[in-house]
């Protein structure tokens, strides 16, 4: 999507090889209008799936989740990352391995909101090493409910989370795919 | 606002005096359409007062905070709950105290995003203490910006927190204000 790369070009921030900072439009402060563009892509991409609900992870993925959704018309379910006193009765949970905090958190949703006649539609803002993604593809599978894919907003391809996702046999779509981060030079797309 | 309050008695539920659900629509599962009527009201709400950038809270404010947002068309801030790799460089910080996670937190925003000439309107889903607006204001307050005031989905006005802000001179708007919960009865709205 070349909107979006060319905003990453302009404003995202290379910290070393392996860290691209987009917290000025993407996952700090966000560019409403560029979520609603990158909403309409993932409804282009997907529109054909007979969608049902999106599944995201607290706490980057809910306003693009959420923005996707309106397209989809849709609710969106985000996956929390602890037990809180507002989530009583029976759960689907995984293991998420956080690249951005270096530490394992469980993940959880509610299995009154993923049914197995839902037709489940992921979006999250990176995909990096996959670990948010397979936590996220885990629920679904165990709420029996269809997946339909992923939908990310910038994919890492030099990391491995991508060949991993796609090669369990999930339909990955990635709007920016990033094949190195130059530090002082920029950014290079696949 | 009426919508909301219907919504509340339909899928709301109420688990002890202090507790209300509303996991099915608004802070697990997302109704984005509800999410767009209740940006269409903050918008009637505050469309005089210039906004320049919305505030808000990891998780549950961020799906509320992006789809009011679309209305003003303005950035949304979400303050994190932790320093990450992802956040370098200068930050305003505070406290904030849960009741929902029964812990306290510090919250930071960037410097860069939260500026002297902005006008900042506050968004969350729940006021009940009011930590977590107290926080938040005080990080609108430090960067030298303009309050504009608070938008809350939902306010336990038998808690503290309105009052209490309310008394600091901010203006609050919360679309529903309920006045007690009473389980196995359900929910009364001031």
Redesign the interface.
Same mark, same amino acid.
Request: with cysteine.
């Given at each position: 999507m070349t909107l979006l790369e060319e905003r990453i070009r302009r404003d995202g921030v290379v910290?070393g090889p392996d %860290?691209l900072?987009v917290?000025? =439009?993407l *996952?700090?402060?966000?560019? %409403?209008?560029l979520?609603?563009e990158i909403g309409k892509e993932f409804y282009r991409l997907f529109s054909g799936e007979n969608v049902t609900k999106i599944l995201t992870i607290?706490?980057s993925g809910?306003?693009v &989740?959420?923005?996707a959704?309106?397209r989809f018309?849709v609710? %969106?379910? =985000?996956a929390?990352k602890?037990q809180?006193? *507002?989530? &009583?009765g029976p759960v689907y949970t995984s293991k998420v391995e956080s690249f951005?905090?270096?530490r394992v958190y469980d993940i959880l %949703?509610?299995k009154? =909101?993923l049914r197995p006649e839902d037709r489940v539609l992921l979006i999250d803002d990176f995909l990096a090493n996959g670990s948010a993604l397979q936590g996220l593809i885990s629920l679904v599978r165990d709420a029996g409910a269809t997946l339909v894919g992923a939908g990310i907003c910038i994919e890492k391809a030099f990391q491995p989370g991508g060949a991993l996702i796609r090669s369990m046999g999930v339909r990955v779509e990635s709007l920016a795919r990033v094949k190195a981060l130059r530090e002082g030079i920029g950014v290079e797309f696949l």
């Open positions: 910290r %860290v900072k917290d000025s =439009f *996952n700090h402060q966000i560019d %409403v209008e979520l609603d607290e706490a809910i306003g &989740a959420c923005i959704a309106q018309h609710p %969106v379910i =985000f929390k602890s809180t006193k *507002n989530i &009583a951005t905090h270096g %949703v509610s009154e =909101f």
